[in-house]
């Protein structure tokens, strides 16, 4: 066992991680961002000129900023040790998956292997090849991400071949030294110079020819096979006769690549093993483009014709075979008939419902809830008062949902359903708030809910089909629009289910009794939306239905940072053929937001905290309590002197800090729909304002119940740890007491940039612990308050005067940040 080692500068080693021919990782510390990272130390002795090349090589590395690779965080010396600092990935590598697992399904192979390609592309188009790309060289993360590690640094080691460049296989994981030792030896019946890993080492490389991509495209297709296969292509216990084999001999795939697997993956692998590297795939893009096109083939979709009837009812054939869609079909029918008639009575529909004790609960739920406070809802505690203050329509609506929702439930694919379920709701909801017209709302509701009826009964009782109408519609995440291309939903169900999800609903509908006006409503209109408010009715609410429908498939799709932005852009599209202002359609859709929340709830919708379907329930536009606004951060103004001037050599350009801001709002958003630690997301919130706007200093102070005071809890920076303690902020001051500016800010909820503390009016509000200790002359202050009390606060600062400017992007993206904050203690 290895024994631990001395720190390496400010990095303390806290276990090992792995050990290479001439590399140890450590997983460390890093005290001055507060995080875990991978840390790699040289453990044999190397001249002067290989180790700067090395670092050469690790610095430029570094550069490399792709959701499939592990970056270098630094590279140097220290004490005569050379190390490099990666990102610490807390997963397994592909080795041991499969080691693990064997073989991997096709599908799952090919899709591992554009996302490793992906991060090789970005790397060529870098100037970077790898050169020892291997399973143990590739970590795969919380979420699955294959990320490729180990970039390139091997082959810089040692130019005097006097020993291996081993790379260490596993930021997080496990290594296997005689897995991962590369040959660099040189003598007079062996190759020279040869950079790489025996089973891995392209034709090329083995005769020591300088570094290309295509030697990492031969080295992937020796992976992808070995994924299928289960079993290595070119392992052999010695190393040199495995490098003759790669010389000498074609690599060809075994004959079982599993029964996934076809001639036309065969011959994409063939391609990639080519001995010679012109018959091989040029780059990691085109190899890329060719496994992706194998996974999403182009899609031919079928024209309907005569045969939908008879594709029509051989899948309702299918869909009456399972026992509850007879039963939902009929109280959906029942349900629709009496809310039309004009004929049944309130006791009638009140009966009918009755007769579902299920129903009937969470139909009384509904009605409670705050969005029915207008029709009396609270204390209504029978099914007939609930029908006679909020009406046939709405009843109806409620009921239906129920019904659909009631089905679902104890299925093998519930989350999924729960999800579509959701999203439709969204939809009706987000419809019935952009309705103009009163009497219409209801209708609207519905409408629009059926639009997406076909997918939603795919979901429930089709489902194999539904997820292949999902990858054709969302296919994996590929470089460049050739790979993978999508295929709209109407094609993508036409060609999977033979008639069109629209054409599935509208069949059910007749069957079902729905009336011809609502039928014609559930057909969503093509094309671009109108420039002219739309007249008709029945045009009106069909645009209105394909609005909805869009706005809810983006948030559920999108990354909540840019939810807001998009739907915006989406409103301008839709405003004026629905007569509604593009600022309207968002205070809309929050709107339904907050009633689908009320219904999910009342329903007993319970989702996991990694659950899509979380961003249907999640705020789309900054929350009104939000103080952080620009016009009360420009308070005080900046004034250009000479100590500023002196620093803009040195400043983050407003392009790099919006970029690194949002890079850390998506991976707080990614870990906050996980389950997480508090401490952890609001490290993050820290260290990405610390990094995107170059702060000296950055600290977290939390209110102590037993105090009233805002205390310094921990922070980031500059002599953070002595300065940190130092924060205590009242809430409450003696009568006739002036409160510092802290305590006043803090209080009353605004948000507030200081350009130059030195400045007597701001000095004299400045508490005596501040003047004296943190000398800081330009700072930022957020407070965080729930229901209105203050009980967070988070502190930034630089040294000169002046130097803390913010623009309007940077403002936003602060104030995403700060509301990332405050949902994370929401949800503790």
């Given at each position: 066992?290895?024994?631990?080692?001395?720190?390496?500068?400010?990095?303390?080693?806290?276990?090992?991680?792995?050990?290479?021919?001439?590399?140890?990782?450590?997983?460390?510390?890093?005290?001055?961002?507060?995080?875990?990272?991978?840390?790699?130390?040289?453990?044999?002795?190397?001249?002067?000129?290989?180790?700067?090349?090395?670092?050469?090589?690790?610095?430029?590395?570094?550069?490399?900023?792709?959701?499939?690779?592990?970056?270098?965080?630094?590279?140097?010396?220290?004490?005569?040790?050379?190390?490099?600092?990666?990102?610490?990935?807390?997963?397994?590598?592909?080795?041991?998956?499969?080691?693990?697992?064997?073989?991997?399904?096709?599908?799952?192979?090919v899709g591992m292997m554009l996302g490793i390609l992906d991060g090789l592309h970005a790397a060529h188009q870098a100037g970077v090849v790898?050169?020892?790309?291997?399973?143990?060289?590739?970590?795969?993360?919380?979420?699955?991400?294959?990320?490729?590690?180990?970039?390139?640094?091997?082959?810089?080691?040692?130019?005097?071949?006097?020993?291996?460049?081993?790379?260490?296989?596993?930021?997080?994981?496990?290594?296997?030294?005689?897995?991962?030792?590369?040959?660099?030896?040189?003598?007079?019946?062996?190759?020279?110079?040869?950079?790489?890993?025996?089973?891995?080492?392209?034709?090329?490389?083995?005769?020591?020819?300088?570094?290309?991509?295509?030697?990492?495209?031969?080295?992937?297709?020796?992976?992808?096979?070995?994924?299928?296969?289960?079993?290595?292509?070119?392992?052999?216990?010695?190393?040199?006769?495995?490098?003759?084999?790669?010389?000498?001999?074609?690599?060809?795939?075994?004959?079982?690549?599993?029964?996934?697997?076809?001639?036309?993956?065969?011959?994409?692998?063939?391609?990639?093993?080519?001995?010679?590297?012109?018959?091989?795939?040029?780059?990691?893009?085109?190899?890329?483009?060719?496994?992706?096109?194998?996974?999403?083939?182009?899609?031919?979709?079928?024209?309907?014709?005569?045969?939908?009837?008879?594709?029509?009812?051989?899948?309702?054939?299918?869909?009456?075979?399972?026992?509850?869609?007879?039963?939902?079909?009929?109280?959906?029918?029942?349900?629709?008939?009496?809310?039309?008639?004009?004929?049944?009575?309130?006791?009638?529909?009140?009966?009918?419902?009755?007769?579902?004790?299920?129903?009937?609960?969470?139909?009384?739920?509904?009605?409670?809830?705050?969005?029915?406070?207008?029709?009396?809802?609270?204390?209504?505690?029978?099914?007939?008062?609930?029908?006679?203050?909020?009406?046939?329509?709405?009843?109806?609506?409620?009921?239906?949902?129920?019904?659909?929702?009631?089905?679902?439930?104890?299925?093998?694919?519930?989350?999924?359903?729960?999800?579509?379920?959701?999203?439709?709701?969204?939809?009706?909801?987000?419809?019935?708030?952009?309705?103009?017209?009163?009497?219409?709302?209801?209708?609207?509701?519905?409408?629009?809910?059926?639009?997406?009826?076909?997918?939603?009964?795919?979901?429930?009782?089709?489902?194999?089909?539904?997820?292949?109408?999902?990858?054709?519609?969302?296919?994996?995440?590929?470089?460049?629009?050739?790979?993978?291309?999508?295929?709209?939903?109407?094609?993508?169900?036409?060609?999977?289910?033979?008639?069109?999800?629209?054409?599935?609903?509208?069949?059910?509908?007749?069957?079902?009794?729905?009336?011809?006006?609502?039928?014609?409503?559930?057909?969503?209109?093509?094309?671009?939306?109108?420039?002219?408010?739309?007249?008709?009715?029945?045009?009106?609410?069909?645009?209105?239905?394909?609005?909805?429908?869009?706005?809810?498939?983006?948030?559920?799709?999108?990354?909540?940072?840019?939810?807001?932005?998009?739907?915006?852009?989406?409103?301008?599209?839709?405003?004026?053929?629905?007569?509604?202002?593009?600022?309207?359609?968002?205070?809309?859709?929050?709107?339904?937001?907050?009633?689908?929340?009320?219904?999910?709830?009342?329903?007993?919708?319970?989702?996991?905290?990694?659950?899509?379907?979380?961003?249907?329930?999640?705020?789309?536009?900054?929350?009104?309590?939000?103080?952080?606004?620009?016009?009360?951060?420009?308070?005080?103004?900046?004034?250009?002197?000479e100590g500023v001037a002196g620093l803009a050599a040195n400043a983050i350009s407003p392009e790099q800090a919006a970029a690194t801001l949002?890079?850390?709002?998506?991976?707080?958003?990614?870990?906050?729909?996980?389950?997480?630690?508090?401490?952890?997301?609001?490290?993050?919130?820290?260290?990405?304002?610390?990094?995107?706007?170059?702060?000296?200093?950055?600290?977290?102070?939390?209110?102590?119940?037993?105090?009233?005071?805002?205390?310094?809890?921990?922070?980031?920076?500059?002599?953070?740890?002595?300065?940190?303690?130092?924060?205590?902020?009242?809430?409450?001051?003696?009568?006739?007491?002036?409160?510092?500016?802290?305590?006043?800010?803090?209080?009353?909820?605004?948000?507030?940039?200081?350009?130059?503390?030195?400045?007597?009016?701001?000095?004299?509000?400045?508490?005596?612990?501040?003047?004296?200790?943190?000398?800081?002359?330009?700072?930022?202050?957020?407070?965080?308050?729930?229901?209105?009390?203050?009980?967070?606060?988070?502190?930034?600062?630089?040294?000169?005067?002046?130097?803390?400017?913010?623009?309007?992007?940077?403002?936003?993206?602060?104030?995403?940040?700060?509301?990332?904050?405050?949902?994370?203690?929401?949800?503790?």
């Open positions: 066992m290895n024994a631990m080692p001395p720190a390496v500068g400010r990095f303390r080693p806290l276990r090992s991680l792995g050990q290479g021919a001439q590399a140890q990782v450590w997983l460390a510390h890093d005290p001055r961002l507060d995080r875990e990272v991978a840390l790699k130390v040289l453990t044999k002795a190397a001249d002067r000129a290989s180790v700067d090349a090395w670092l050469h090589e690790a610095r430029a590395v570094s550069r490399l900023t792709h959701p499939n690779i592990v970056p270098v965080f630094e590279a140097d010396m220290e004490g005569g040790q050379a190390y490099m600092v990666f990102e610490f990935v807390a997963g397994g590598t592909l080795a041991e998956r499969m080691r693990q697992r064997g073989r991997l399904p096709a599908r799952e192979a790898h050169r020892d790309l291997k399973p143990t060289n590739v970590m795969l993360d919380a979420q699955g991400r294959p990320r490729v590690m180990d970039f390139g640094i091997a082959g810089r080691l040692s130019a005097s071949g006097s020993g291996g460049a081993g790379s260490v296989g596993g930021v997080g994981g496990a290594t296997s030294a005689g897995a991962t030792a590369a040959i660099t030896e040189g003598s007079a019946s062996r190759p020279n110079r040869i950079v790489g890993t025996p089973g891995y080492i392209s034709p090329e490389a083995a005769r020591g020819e300088p570094a290309s991509p295509v030697m990492d495209v031969f080295a992937a297709a020796v992976m992808l096979t070995e994924m299928l296969s289960g079993q290595r292509l070119n392992y052999d216990p010695d190393p040199w006769r495995a490098v003759r084999r790669v010389l000498q001999q074609n690599l060809d795939p075994p004959a079982d690549l599993g029964a996934d697997s076809d001639d036309a993956l065969r011959a994409v692998l063939l391609r990639g093993l080519s001995r010679d590297a012109a018959h091989r795939w040029p780059d990691a893009k085109a190899f890329h483009d060719a496994l992706a096109a194998w996974l999403h083939p182009a899609a031919q979709v079928p024209a309907v014709g005569d045969g939908g009837n008879a594709t029509l009812e051989f899948l309702l054939r299918r869909m009456r075979h399972r026992t509850d869609f007879p039963a939902m079909a009929d109280s959906v029918t029942r349900i629709q008939r009496m809310t039309q008639s004009e004929n049944e009575s309130l006791t009638t529909l009140s009966n009918e419902i009755l007769k579902d004790v299920a129903l009937t609960n969470k139909l009384l739920r509904l009605v409670n809830t705050v969005q029915f406070s207008h029709a009396g809802g609270g204390h209504i505690s029978t099914v007939s008062r609930a029908v006679a203050l909020v009406g046939f329509g709405g009843i109806r609506n409620l009921a239906l949902s129920l019904v659909l929702l009631e089905r679902m439930e104890n299925k093998q694919h519930a989350q999924r359903l729960k999800e579509e379920f959701l999203r439709s709701l969204m939809a009706g909801s987000l419809s019935r708030e952009l309705c103009l017209v009163p009497r219409e709302n209801e209708e609207s509701f519905l409408a629009t809910m059926f639009q997406g009826l076909g997918r939603l009964l795919s979901e429930f009782y089709l489902p194999e089909e539904a997820q292949q109408v999902r990858r054709l519609v969302r296919p994996e995440r590929g470089m460049g629009e050739q790979a993978a291309p999508p295929v709209n939903e109407a094609a993508a169900s036409a060609q999977v289910l033979g008639l069109s999800y629209e054409d599935l609903a509208l069949g059910v509908a007749r069957q079902w009794g729905f009336p011809d006006s609502l039928q014609r409503s559930m057909r969503r209109p093509d094309g671009d939306a109108p420039i002219r408010l739309i007249e008709h009715a029945t045009d009106r609410m069909r645009w209105l239905g394909r609005a909805s429908n869009d706005v809810a498939d983006l948030i559920l799709h999108s990354d909540p940072a840019e939810a807001h932005a998009k739907v915006r852009a989406m409103a301008q599209r839709y405003a004026r053929a629905l007569g509604v202002e593009a600022k309207a359609f968002e205070n809309a859709a929050d709107q339904a937001r907050q009633r689908l929340t009320q219904l999910a709830q009342a329903m007993d919708i319970q989702l996991p905290k990694n659950s899509p379907a979380q961003r249907l329930l999640a705020p789309l536009a900054p929350s009104p309590e939000d103080s952080l606004a620009p016009h009360q951060l420009q308070a005080t103004v900046v004034v250009a002197n949002a890079a850390g709002i998506q991976d707080i958003t990614n870990a906050m729909v996980e389950s997480f630690k508090l401490n952890e997301i609001l490290r993050m919130i820290l260290e990405t304002m610390y990094r995107g706007l170059g702060f000296r200093r950055v600290i977290f102070c939390l209110r102590d119940p037993k105090t009233e005071m805002l205390t310094g809890r921990f922070g980031l920076g500059d002599g953070v740890e002595a300065v940190v303690p130092l924060f205590k902020v009242p809430l409450r001051v003696m009568p006739g007491v002036a409160a510092d500016l802290f305590t006043a800010v803090c209080t009353k909820g605004v948000d507030t940039l200081i350009a130059d503390a030195s400045q007597p009016r701001i000095a004299e509000r400045l508490p005596q612990w501040f003047l004296s200790s943190a000398k800081a002359h330009s700072f930022l202050v957020l407070p965080m308050a729930l229901r209105g009390a203050p009980f967070a606060m988070i502190y930034a600062d630089k040294a000169e005067p002046g130097s803390v400017v913010l623009d309007e992007k940077q403002l936003s993206l602060l104030r995403t940040l700060r509301n990332q904050a405050v949902m994370a203690f929401k949800q503790i």
